[in-house]
């Protein structure tokens, strides 16, 4: 299990003060003398100093010099690399399981929701966001995971931050095309998948005549924006798709009206790597998931990701569920326990989840002019026992404090335990 780091262990007051509001204002920040990987889990730098200032990474250079005013960060004898992303969440949308309160990424009695945004649910004090970004995940792909038809709304890429966490609103759409959704839309995939290409072709043919016909063009609805934007090329669609059959479904309707299209769950997605690599759709799975829970997924393998990435198919990661969102990094060092290369599985937590969710131009390496999101880790990141000794999120230097972290110092100690104060 991983470490947490103790509060005494904050450098200073400022940090513990800043607990409460998740981090501290951006300031200019050196990190130095660590072993950075700056391109995933390439781009090597020994010695390196790395320039923070107005949130951005400035320079990487190995031994650089450290201008007057900026405060050193010592990274000697440690791992730096960028900030790791939780690629299919519902962070900010849910809490604990089984309270009485509401979870906002589910909407079971509502049908047709493609045009909604999870983005007005978002709560970014949510508790499991301190807990996964202690653990150097600085960045999350949050959705809804239920209504009553196979649209699961438009999900958003968001910071583990207390404010301006939003990174990209309206970011994909989801589709649940899974058994599942199919038992809620006719209870049968062939209703499922004909009532998916007679809505989209519908949508397009809608589209098509307003372009035609502008003078006569009402007010689109969200959910007409919605289609607009997919069909268009300017939004992916994010489709969890596990069983062979429907993945081989969800490649011809790729095909058939030109989408971009990314695949979740992926349960049996390796057996169809060759097809998936030439149609360009990356997989976003969890390595951990490798039990044939039911027919949808009977070849489900934790060597998944290892053989896709070997076929050219671009993987990141999903964690063991969002409460434990902060372990997507033990589920890349599962990956690479079963095949995949480290390299791959570091990039598929950075610069390939950048890339499958459009954030690329800002986030996934340390380089100048990228958001400096930045750990420094006492060892190898996927080894299970390292652990983060310090986290940067937009130049923000976040104190490695949490809820948990608090009732652990509270009381790993019984006979001083504090009985009243909080």
Do not use: C
């Amino acid at each position: 299990m991983r470490k947490f780091i103790s509060i005494a262990a904050l450098a200073s007051t400022t940090f513990i003060a800043a607990a409460f509001t998740g981090s501290v204002s951006a300031e200019d920040i050196a990190i130095t003398g660590g072993r950075a990987f700056t391109n995933g889990g390439s781009g090597e730098v020994e010695n390196a100093t790395i320039l923070v200032s107005g949130g951005k990474v400035t320079s990487v250079a190995s031994g650089g010099a450290v201008p007057d005013g900026y405060r050193v960060i010592d990274a000697s004898g440690k791992w730096v690399t960028a900030g790791f992303m939780a690629a299919d969440t519902t962070l900010g949308l849910s809490e604990v399981a089984l309270s009485g309160g509401i979870v906002d990424a589910s909407a079971p009695k509502e049908k047709n929701v493609v045009g909604i945004s999870v983005v007005p649910a978002y709560n970014p004090a949510s508790v499991f966001i301190a807990n996964t970004r202690i653990e150097g995940v600085t960045r999350a792909m949050t959705r809804m995971t239920n209504t009553g038809d196979m649209f699961l709304g438009l999900g958003a890429i968001v910071k583990m931050t207390d404010r301006d966490a939003i990174v990209q609103d309206k970011a994909f759409l989801v589709l649940d095309l899974d058994e599942g959704s199919a038992n809620e839309v006719g209870g049968s995939r062939a209703v499922l998948w004909h009532k998916l290409n007679d809505t989209f072709q519908s949508a397009k043919d809608k589209m098509d005549k307003a372009d035609g016909d502008k003078k006569d063009a009402k007010r689109p609805s969200a959910n007409d924006m919605a289609f607009k934007a997919v069909l268009s090329g300017d939004m992916p669609v994010y489709a969890i798709v596990n069983r062979k059959a429907d993945i081989e479904q969800l490649i011809a309707f790729q095909k058939r009206f030109g989408l971009r299209v990314i695949l979740g769950g992926g349960g049996e997605a390796w057996m169809l790597a060759d097809m998936l690599a030439a149609a360009g759709i990356s997989v976003v799975l969890d390595p951990t998931a490798n039990l044939p829970g039911n027919f949808d997924v009977l070849a489900r393998t934790s060597a998944a990701a290892g053989r896709l990435h070997a076929a050219g198919v671009k993987v990141a990661f999903i964690p063991p569920g969002t409460p434990n969102a902060r372990l997507v990094v033990q589920n890349a060092g599962i990956a690479v326990s079963m095949g995949m290369p480290w390299e791959a599985a570091m990039d598929a937590l950075t610069v390939n989840a950048a890339e499958i969710f459009g954030v690329a131009d800002s986030y996934g390496k340390i380089a100048p002019g990228m958001d400096a999101d930045i750990v420094v880790w006492d060892g190898d990141p996927l080894e299970v026992m390292s652990s983060p000794d310090a986290v940067l999120i937009a130049g923000d230097d976040i104190p490695l404090v949490s809820r948990a972290t608090k009732l652990r110092d509270r009381y790993k100690d019984l006979d001083r335990a504090p009985a009243f104060d909080r």
